[in-house]
């Protein structure tokens, strides 16, 4: 009987769990669309932690980094120290990071802006941690080579490793880690190059417990696999977003450097359906707009990617309080997408909409888009 009463209590406790979900399910979904879009827009809080102790450069010193080379001899850099040269931030979080262009700890011989330039080369070795937090996040910019990294290390192999995007600003990049819940690791900065973009830029290892979210608004990214919280209007955004690799599978040398699974692609016409054939198109002869939701500017930094054809009427254009206030094109005709950059700094927490323009039916009148996102937020300056 008891076994039976309990059972029931289970069973009562079970249904009202389910009517609960069914519920929430529904007011998450009508909450979803009643609130104004940048209500929506995920949370950026996330609890974290120092990987170890000055695995954020804050002793002013390489206290649990070794250094092996030249590049790491004059480290960490004090203050955001690009800037007095050339007008660029770093964007370093706290007073000290590691640049291996810089030359400035703040000496008495020396001055802001000091740089030992690209020519020194060398790797600095973090100590042995232990991964005990689902997501690693760090702070990088550089070269964009493989010769300019940040790698972690497990059992003597490379497991993760990021690069920078050949521009100063530090961006936010999240490793899942995961799968080595409990392991011994390493991290490695490696400065293996001389030439242009000779350098890499780290700062503010930390583990945490969930990855910020650095999007725009839900399917920035296209990663939806559909056009939820975009509108188009006209032809070219109809069979939209493109599933995977297309202009490869058509020509091989061709590669469109797109994000996750989906992007935006006006020549393209493969979703990744049942009964369609990759590699097919749709041509240049469409053409149309594709309309963002609205959203709050949450970061000083926008980057996307970019590519398609250069012509007049293909553009990405942001909206701010209902004027256009940044725009960007191609400079060439080119499938592979390649990362824009815009500094919308002054617009903090305004309301803003993205526009993606292929008003051309010219030869290469197509634009490819993807993975708009924050490089950085304003909470994690
Ligand atoms: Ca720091
Ligand atoms: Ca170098
Ligand atoms: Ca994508």
Redesign the pocket.
């Known amino acids: 009987m008891e076994i039976f009463t309990n059972f029931r209590v289970k069973f009562h406790i079970s249904c009202i769990y389910v009517l609960f979900l069914m519920t929430s399910n529904i007011l998450a979904s009508e909450e979803y669309q009643q609130k104004s879009p940048s209500e929506i827009i995920p949370k950026f809080v996330s609890k974290e932690k120092l990987l170890f102790i000055n695995s954020d450069f804050e002793m002013g010193d390489l206290t649990n980094w070794r250094s092996f080379g030249n590049?790491f001899l004059n480290q960490p850099t004090l203050g955001d120290n690009t800037y007095p040269r050339e007008k660029n931030k770093v964007m370093p979080k706290g007073n000290w990071w590691v640049g291996?262009?810089e030359n400035y700890q703040g000496l008495p011989t020396q001055k802001p802006g000091d740089a030992q330039?690209?020519?020194?080369?060398?790797e600095l070795i973090s100590t042995t941690f232990t991964i005990d937090t689902p997501y690693i996040g760090f702070l990088i910019s550089g070269?964009s080579k493989k010769?300019?990294a940040v790698r972690l290390i497990i059992d003597g192999e490379i497991v993760r490793e990021s690069v920078g995007m050949n521009q100063p600003l530090m961006r936010r990049e999240f490793w899942d880690v995961r799968e080595f819940a409990g392991k011994p690791a390493i991290i490695s900065v490696v400065?293996?190059?001389?030439?242009p973009w000779?350098?890499?830029n780290v700062d503010d290892f930390r583990g945490y417990y969930s990855p910020i979210n650095m999007l725009l608004f839900p399917n920035s990214d296209f990663e939806f696999g559909d056009l939820t919280n975009w509108k188009a209007e006209g032809t070219a955004f109809e069979k939209q977003p493109t599933f995977g690799d297309n202009p490869a599978v058509r020509e091989g040398n061709k590669h469109s450097n797109h994000q996750g699974n989906y992007w935006i692609g006006t020549y393209e016409l493969y979703q990744g359906k049942p009964g369609e054939i990759p590699g097919t198109v749709r041509r240049d002869v469409a053409f149309g707009t594709l309309r963002s939701t609205s959203f709050k500017i949450r970061g000083p930094f926008i980057a996307f990617l970019l590519g398609g054809g250069k012509g007049v009427g293909l553009e990405v254009r942001l909206y701010v309080d209902g004027n256009i206030v940044r725009t960007a094109s191609n400079s060439s005709n080119r499938e592979d997408m390649r990362i824009q950059i815009w500094n919308v700094e002054e617009f903090k927490d305004k309301d803003a909409e993205l526009e993606i323009i292929d008003d051309s039916m010219d030869a290469w009148g197509h634009i490819n888009v993807d993975y708009f996102r924050y490089l950085r937020l304003f909470e994690d300056m």
């Open positions: 590049a291996t262009f330039k690209n020519e020194p080369t060398g070269g010769t300019t400065d293996r190059e001389k030439g000779g350098c890499i």
